[in-house]
DNA sequence: TGTAAAAACTACTAGCAGGTAGATATTTTT
DNA sequence: AAAAATATCTACCTGCTAGTAGTTTTTACA
């Protein structure tokens, strides 16, 4: 699995004016987004002190606020890298021929499915605590995910519109194939022993069945 | 609606002796479960203060604190409320005889359903919030859970059994169908106007969907 | 190896939030 | 109407947590 960096508005400028291209900088933004992710996924964002960010990481306080503004950017940068990994691995399948509309929404879910239950720290922090970014962060999050859902609407209407799908379906089918997806970490750590790629395969026969295009 | 309280092991005894059979304190535990609920929907437990809580109700904090033995106590009454009243409902269903599994299914979802777009702070709240109950709190409400998953597994299987539903499919089914009930908040609000009749009925098309039951 | 710049730390502050002790107001009972 | 019991409030404490100022350590480079 590759590294996730944010963008680089998030973090604190350094004073040797080195940006997230430095490898040096990537890497320790990098470890403290990892360990922030899996507590704030763990134990929520707003009882999950910075304390116990730093000292998960062995270092102290300070250093977190040597890399970003304050809490709520760390927050944001979980929620950037969560939403953005999944709008990218989409729009890298959608991009892609397919020889049928079924294929590909096949593919949607699988790829998704996979970044989701990969990413599952960041992508459960985006969901749930997208509330407590602020008014500026979180306009550019959402804007992100419109992004994703007018997406995952428009394959299913292309869909509908060369007959692969059930005309009848609802428009509004989009939200559900997207809440399918979302919804990958409960089902998956409350399958018991599956495998992530079982579990992901079921859920692309429920997208093909809600679809209509079993 | 009907008033909803949580069990009587919640409240902390009054001096006299009333218990939640008391309409008095009944309906003052009530106001403050309510209200609670709300803020936590809105705000998340953690970031909610009880003088947030005491302020929506005009009244001060000591106040909650002569019903409630403290804030985790409140969080475990909200709890306890969303899921207790959604297996009600469950095993009211479950009670009566159906023409069929799929007609039972259905009015499982339908009623189901009901419950949780009508009680939704409370539902979302114990989805999101649970992590922040005390041992046995937490052990007390997974309990009603387990029956609850338990439950729609067995009218799965015994559909699959009548050969009303499809017989290949995954006994795992049962955690979707959870699932897909448990998901209807984020459905229901991200649906613009559609009323919650329709998303229910949707719903329930879904449902029999998954279980090949159309 | 010496020096300057960058990185990380120690030690602190201010404000907030859960929880409580004791005083006051209200109701009930006699 | 007085007294007893109950309900609610005022005023406080304590511990915690986001955030910072200034110092020390480490690194980079000459």
Redesign the pocket.
């Known amino acids: 699995m590759t590294v996730a960096v944010p963008g680089d508005s998030l973090i604190r400028p350094?004073?040797?004016?080195?940006s997230l291209k430095?490898e040096?900088?990537a890497f320790?933004v990098n470890r403290i987004v990892e360990a922030a992710s899996r507590l704030f996924y763990e134990r929520g964002y707003?009882?999950?002190?910075?304390?116990?960010v730093?000292s998960q990481l062995?270092?102290?306080?300070?250093?977190l606020?040597?890399?970003f503004?304050?809490?709520?950017a760390i927050l944001a940068a979980i929620c950037e890298v969560g939403i953005s990994e999944a709008l990218g691995v989409l729009e890298d399948v959608l991009a892609h021929e397919h020889d049928s509309h079924r294929a590909r929404l096949a593919e949607v879910v699988r790829k998704v499915g996979r970044i989701v239950i990969d990413r599952q720290e960041y992508v459960v922090v985006y969901q749930r605590e997208m509330k407590h970014l602020s008014a500026d962060d979180y306009k550019r999050i959402l804007r992100l995910r419109h992004s994703f859902d007018h997406q995952i609407g428009e394959m299913i209407r292309e869909g509908v519109a060369s007959g692969e799908f059930r005309e009848d379906i609802d428009p509004f089918i989009a939200v559900w194939i997207g809440g399918l997806i979302s919804w990958i970490p409960t089902w998956y750590s409350s399958s018991g022993q599956r495998s992530a790629e079982e579990v992901i395969e079921y859920l692309v026969q429920a997208a093909l069945r809600l679809a209509g295009a079993e």
């Not at 350094?14 to 080195?18: E, F, K, T, Y």
């Not at 707003?46 to 116990?52: F, K, Q, R, W």
């Open positions: 350094r004073p040797s004016g080195a430095s040096f900088v320790k707003s009882s999950c002190t910075l304390d116990n730093a062995s270092v102290t306080k300070p250093f606020y040597s890399y503004r304050n809490k709520e």
